[in-house]
């Protein structure tokens, strides 16, 4: 079982970033994939999920309105487009599969490395 997030980088507040995780070694039909992130010094926290069934769960209320989640299973893929980045969402951002959407970490057993995103001017 293997996930690769993807996509991060450097961004101006306002800004927008598609990150991907690509999944291997299971069939992507059958789980759940969580976006999660943690800044430097906080815990991490849930930011949004799809399940199985392609339906997506919000986890963080600051993002509501400008990330969305979507899951390409022919390609194995899970997108999390980020609009209208703000200061706050920098964080490393990781992509980990589930049996089913929680909030909680530790309902994830398989995680990517993280990617980077830093909205600054």
């Known amino acids: 079982v293997q996930l690769q997030a993807s996509g991060g980088g450097l961004v101006q507040p306002g800004g927008s970033l598609r990150l991907s995780c690509a999944t291997s070694?299971?069939?992507?039909?059958?789980?759940?994939i969580g976006w999660f992130r943690q800044a430097p010094g906080k815990e991490r926290e849930g930011v949004l999920c799809?399940?199985?069934?392609?339906?997506?769960?919000y986890y963080a209320n600051s993002v509501k309105g400008r990330f969305t989640i979507s899951r390409d299973n022919a390609q194995n893929m899970v997108d999390l487009q980020m609009n209208s980045l703000k200061p706050e969402d920098t964080a490393v951002y990781y992509c980990?599969?589930?049996?089913?959407?929680?909030?909680?970490?530790?309902?994830?057993?398989?995680w990517g490395q993280g990617t980077l995103v830093t909205v600054s001017s």
């Open positions: 980990a599969r589930g049996s089913w959407c929680t909030s909680t970490p530790s309902g994830y057993f398989h």
């Open positions: 070694g299971f069939t992507l039909d059958y789980y759940a």
């Open positions: 799809i399940n199985a069934s392609g339906y997506s769960t």
